[in-house]
């Protein structure tokens, strides 16, 4: 079953301690959702993972939209900052300030999240999944090259008056001085974000058709649980995290809430329905 982002244990934070309230956790999904959806195939989950892989997570399980690197990026002492780690150059290339990071919602800082992407050599469009995403946060230049492409080595480093291998030296697998493609790949797989599963979540294919786990609708639980009465019991949890059940004669095929009252269902000849649903656990 596919993973997907957990959206009512997904945390956020500041460095500084602040913690984003869960509206806003819900909008930084719809928006990482949004920016998946113009990719060549890649997922709002790619991106989630690459952030954590990046920033790592606080000592509560957050995400730290402005957390800073403890290596320097060059020898002028730079540091890399926020949700991709942008280096100073990149930032502002991007337009934008580091310094006002503590002060930006997480969708704010998305928005320039996506300019980043946009901006590379084939766009969005290009990035296919979630190597690709690491790939060109890390080092756009090495997108669909081979394994033998070179990323940083001691030698660049040198040559460059940089800090690139120096500073990422421990994806260097076998301590040749050379950090290549075949390097970064093997890397990439290690400590994956998705095996957390207060973050992300697997859900059956019929969950994910449903909408799951957009912001805007419900996360459904159990479907169509056969009643002693006959009839068919199905669960759901609001966007707010409340839960509700309802029941309907019939098995449900496909549903939609549409706002607090009203449920619409598609039978089983595929004729769509609406009806009005006031309490919880009220047949339909």
Known sequence: MPKKINVNSLKLAYSDGRKVNQDEVRRFVKKLEAIAKKTGGASAEDFLSIMIKENSLDENNALVLD????????????????????????????????????????????????????????????????????????????????????????????????TAYDSNKGIDSNGDGVITNADFAEYAQKNLPTENADLFQEVSQEEYDLGYPNPDKPSFTEMNKELDSGKFQTSYTTPEGEKKTFTTLSPVKEVNILGDTYLQRTDEKGIQKSYRVKDEGRGI
């Open 67 to 162: 957390q800073w690197s403890d290596k320097p990026t060059n020898k002028t002492g730079g540091h890399a900052r926020g949700l991709i780690q942008f280096v100073p150059s990149t930032a502002k290339g991007v337009g934008l300030d580091q310094d006002k990071l503590s002060k930006m919602t997480a969708t704010e800082q998305l928005d320039y999240v996506e300019k980043y992407f946009s901006d590379l050599p084939g766009g969005l469009k290009k990035i296919t999944d979630y190597k690709d995403v690491y790939l060109s946060t890390f080092h756009p230049a090495a997108v669909g090259k081979g394994d033998d492409y070179v990323i940083s080595s001691v030698a660049l480093d040198k040559a460059d008056d940089s």
